[in-house]
């Protein structure tokens, strides 16, 4: 290992854009969720991909390692280097996507963009728009989410229900190898069985394999006219009874949403209104859409539905949106301590059982700490929030719920990932030789380790 080759790094990306001035650097070292703050020699800001590739080359040849950023806005601590620095004790720079976001013209023919990989979903979604169509991942964290993020996250979202993950979104990428390196793959073709699925395996990869330069995303039709309803049920069976019955009756989920009394209280004091007047122990957000008279087919749906109240608007409806997107922000802003956030998600069947379990994990431990869940309802999916909770009760909590998750038959992680939040537990969702064999991609990919020391294999 050589020193910290600071002058040649100036030289690929310029002087503006090495900081290693602790205040400058001090906005990247910090993840959205404030309980992870983690220590690097400097923060790199490339342009393009050769800029990228040669930054990484320069380290790889000093043997300094690189921790990967989008728009830092992960939840399990992977955007964000070690709070000690590297645990190898080498130099460590976080390079970030930052300056990286110019978004190609829409090829309407094909319906798919060529992105790099800073650019954020709600610029990606305004150029897909530019041409009637839609980027069809979607999350609340829309304005500051990337591309390189999201594929890197294998993120899931609002639209999920109806579109599938990131991975289903991605027709080629172009990415910074270990050595520097560059791999592309890019092609439009739906169809191209030429060996390893290599973007479908960057996807998910945390930062762990490659950095992703570039993402070229497949777009979707916009959906025409939708209807979003709110409705306030007694029970978790009855949302999803009410889901089967617009399913049912022909109409398309573009996105079900599942909420709670404590938290739609919760988000009540930071500003959005209440959706419905009835009060509830659980609320279920539905966009729907269809052929033919929508609206009458939801009314009839909600009509025959066991709901306590419901209402209804034609999308994009935000302010019956707002209850639901404003729930993060919300439950960061109201715990005296960082959030505990687990996302989860169980078989479908077994949600009305885990949404009970789950809520009840407060009371497992002998400080009170307080439970907001909420989450994807059609994909099983709950984020479960513990609000309050000291820093020596975090893993105690963790374990809790994990065990819950497993017992329901579930993943620790449905949207997520892993990042450093989570690599105590991935035993729980992964077997011995799974396990071994995502080492030995890792391995295969970065044999010195230099990519996110610390995330998913901690
Ligand atoms: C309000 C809010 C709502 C959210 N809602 C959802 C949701 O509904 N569904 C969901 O899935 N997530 C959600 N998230 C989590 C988060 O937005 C996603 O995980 C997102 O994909 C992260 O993108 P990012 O650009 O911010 O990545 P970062 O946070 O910067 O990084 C996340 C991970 O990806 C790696 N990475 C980033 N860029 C690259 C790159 N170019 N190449 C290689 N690796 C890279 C990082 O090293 C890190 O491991 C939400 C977050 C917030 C704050």
């Not at 998910?204 to 709110?230: H, W």
């Not at 988000?267 to 009835?278: I, T």
């Amino acid at each position: 290992m050589s020193a910290m080759p600071l002058a040649d790094l100036r030289a690929v990306v310029g002087d503006a854009h090495v900081l290693d001035d602790a205040d400058a650097a001090a906005g990247y070292l910090t993840d959205w969720t404030g309980r992870w703050t983690g220590r690097a020699d400097a923060v790199i800001r490339p342009r393009t991909t050769e800029e990228m590739a040669a930054v990484v080359s320069a380290c790889a040849a000093a043997g300094i390692a690189i921790c990967v950023q989008g728009g830092n806005t992960g939840l399990v601590g992977g955007s964000v280097p070690p709070v000690g620095g590297d645990p190898a004790d080498r130099p460590l720079v976080l390079v970030t996507t930052t300056r990286m976001t110019d978004i190609d013209g829409v090829d309407t023919i094909g319906r798919c963009v060529g992105v790099q990989a800073g650019a954020t979903i709600d610029a990606i979604d305004r150029r897909a728009a530019e041409s009637g169509l839609r980027f069809p991942v979607d999350l609340a964290s829309r304005e500051s989410a990337t591309a390189g993020g999201l594929v890197a996250t294998n993120a899931g979202g609002i639209r999920m229900i109806r579109h599938g993950n990131t991975r289903s979104q991605v027709l080629g990428v172009e990415a910074v190898l270990a050595d520097g390196r560059i791999l592309r793959r890019w092609t439009s073709l739906v169809k191209d069985n030429v060996g390893y699925d290599l973007p479908g395996l960057l996807a998910g990869s945390e930062g762990t394999l490659a950095v992703i330069t570039r993402v070229l995303f497949r777009l979707v039709a916009t959906p025409g006219d939708t209807i979003v309803s709110v409705a306030a049920v007694h029970h978790v069976a009855d949302a999803i009874g009410f889901l089967g019955s617009l399913t049912d009756r022909g109409l398309n989920i573009e996105a079900a949403e599942i909420m709670t009394e404590a938290g739609i209280t919760l988000v009540e004091e930071y500003g959005p209104r209440r959706p419905v007047a009835a009060r509830a122990p659980f609320y279920v957000l539905v966009e729907t859409s269809g052929t033919g008279d929508v609206e009458a087919v939801v009314l009839e749906a909600l009509e025959s539905a066991p709901v306590a109240d419901a209402v209804l608007e034609p999308g994009p409806a935000r302010a019956l949106w707002a209850a639901r997107e404003q729930h993060t922000e919300s439950i960061a802003r109201s715990s005296a301590t960082p959030v505990v956030k687990l996302d989860v998600s169980v078989p479908i069947r077994a949600l009305p059982e885990a949404l009970a379990e789950l809520e009840a994990v407060a009371g497992m431990v002998d400080h009170p700490c307080r439970p907001i869940l909420f989450g994807h309802i059609g994909d099983g999916n709950i984020h479960v929030n513990l609000l309050d909770v000291p820093e020596d009760r975090v893993d105690e909590l963790t374990a809790h719920v994990f065990g819950i998750v497993a017992a329901n038959g579930g993943s620790i992680s449905a949207e997520h990932g892993i990042g450093r939040a989570k690599t105590a537990w991935t035993h729980l969702g992964r077997g011995e030789v799974d396990r071994a064999a995502m080492r030995a991609v890792k391995d295969a990919f970065d044999p010195a380790g230099l990519f996110n020391p610390g995330v998913l294999f901690g």
